[in-house]
């Protein structure tokens, strides 16, 4: 390429770089079979909290007596991105939804043709529609899919849902459902609800709120990304395994459970690396027995 070609790429617009990236990723999410079977959930008896993870950012919580999910994603393509794995689990395979936290308005956590099959999952079984919290801003995507209520919070704003305490926390991240669409609001939550308290940091680099989080709201345990942090540049906007870790010790929770990797490719690392780091870092600081990766459809069960 000859120095009138490269200063041309290198001045390239915005989007069509961001198109091209793009394009290679969904080239790359069809060259294997998908892997994994969705599973029921285990259910919880009186007093414990249940967390399942169903893959990527997706979460479902048994906790306060409510079943909430968090940033659900079921569907087999994100427009043209397929996933690599099955979800852990189905609407119809869960119990009726209760809530649905959405962290921001990217299509990797809020998926509105997911939204619909809970929402058609409720009405099969009988049950009302869950309430959706949604960042400020994000409120006209859901506002008339038919939820019982739609809320928005921003950073560090509270509210209360029958037993549950949600807090929306910050994090180093963008709010867009487009490219430059950037107006949205964007975090991560606590969910309380007597002895049990869940901190998901929604799409994160690191940041020193971390701490903050911690300090505030003693989350005990962490739900923190791991994946799609190379190319460097990937990382203004997500945390590395090991920036993870840093942040689930900075947060003070007594248990970690990754997410961000597996289900879709969305960085340049090999599909099993983060899981891979993840471990090493953790066996190097000697807290192995407080970090748990969950397979898709695992359900880890606390007292």
Not at 72 to 90: K, N
Not at 191 to 217: C, K, M, N, P
């Amino acid at each position: 390429m000859n120095a009138y070609a490269r200063r041309l790429w290198q001045q390239r617009p915005f989007v069509l770089t961001k198109l091209g990236q793009l394009w290679r990723l969904v080239r790359e999410s069809h060259e294997q079979p998908i892997t994994g079977d969705p599973r029921p959930p285990e259910l919880v008896s009186p007093g414990q909290l249940g967390i399942t993870f169903i893959g990527h950012s997706s979460f479902f919580l048994q906790i306060g007596g409510k079943n909430v999910l968090i940033d659900p994603v079921f569907s087999r393509r994100l427009i043209l991105l397929r996933r690599q794995s099955h979800p852990g689990a189905l609407p119809s395979q869960l119990p009726p939804i209760d809530l649905v936290l959405v962290t921001h308005a990217h299509m990797d956590h809020l998926d509105l043709a997911s939204l619909r099959l809970i929402l058609r999952s409720n009405r099969r079984a009988r049950y009302h529609a869950p309430e959706i919290v949604v960042p400020a801003g994000v409120d006209d995507l859901v506002a008339s899919h038919g939820f019982r209520q739609v809320h928005t919070l921003s950073w560090w704003q509270q509210m209360n849902i029958g037993n549950l305490t949600l807090t929306m926390t910050p994090c180093r991240h963008w709010g867009a459902r487009m490219f430059r669409d950037t107006h949205r609001g964007y975090g991560g939550y606590v969910i309380s609800s007597g002895e049990h308290s869940v901190y998901h940091s929604g799409d994160t680099a690191w940041f020193d709120g971390f701490a903050e989080i911690g300090q505030r709201l003693h989350p005990r345990v962490a739900l923190l990304p791991i994946g799609a942090y190379f190319p460097d540049s990937y990382r203004t906007v997500h945390v590395s395994p090991e920036e993870a870790v840093q942040g689930f010790l900075a947060c003070g929770a007594e248990q970690m459970i990754p997410m961000h990797f597996g289900a879709f490719r969305l960085g340049r690392e090999p599909m099993g690396e983060p899981e891979a780091r993840l471990q090493a870092e953790a066996a190097k600081l000697g807290i192995s027995d407080r970090i748990r990766i969950l397979a898709e459809g695992e359900t880890l069960l606390l007292p």
